[in-house]
């Protein structure tokens, strides 16, 4: 399974991006997805996951009310819709495909994205 994360760039605080991520190589269709973020010298953190049939997700509660996972199935796609940004948001988000039973654990996630560098100025 190869991950593709996209849409990161810069927005000023308070605006809004849509990063995506797209599999290839398998359909992970019955996998769960996440999304994680990591700062220089930081240990990589949960940010948002959704479950196989998108009907279930999880926030970290930093991001609650702002931040939207969702996903397309049938494009083995994932998205987080990010409003309402904060210099704190600032950093390299990971998508990540798992089923592990974690949900919030790095180790649940077995297959990883390249990262998308999301940078917010204040």
């Known amino acids: 399974v190869q991950l593709q994360a996209s849409g990161g760039g810069l927005v000023q605080a308070g605006g809004s991006l849509r990063l995506s991520c797209a599999a290839s190589?398998?359909?992970?269709?019955?996998?769960?997805m996440a999304w994680f973020r990591q700062g220089p010298g930081n240990e990589r953190e949960f940010v948002a996951a959704?479950?196989?049939?998108?009907?279930?997700?999880w926030y970290t509660d930093s991001v609650k009310g702002r931040f939207t996972i969702s996903r397309e199935t049938a494009k083995d796609t994932v998205f987080l819709q990010m409003n309402n940004l904060k210099p704190e948001d600032m950093t390299v988000y990971y998508c990540?495909?798992?089923?592990?039973?974690?949900?919030?654990?790095?180790?649940?996630?077995?297959?990883w994205g390249q990262g998308t560098q999301v940078t917010v100025s204040s």
């Open positions: 990540a495909a798992g089923y592990g039973t974690e949900i919030k654990r790095r180790n649940s996630y077995q297959y």
């Open positions: 959704i479950n196989w049939s998108g009907t279930t997700t």
């Open positions: 190589g398998r359909s992970v269709s019955d996998w769960r």
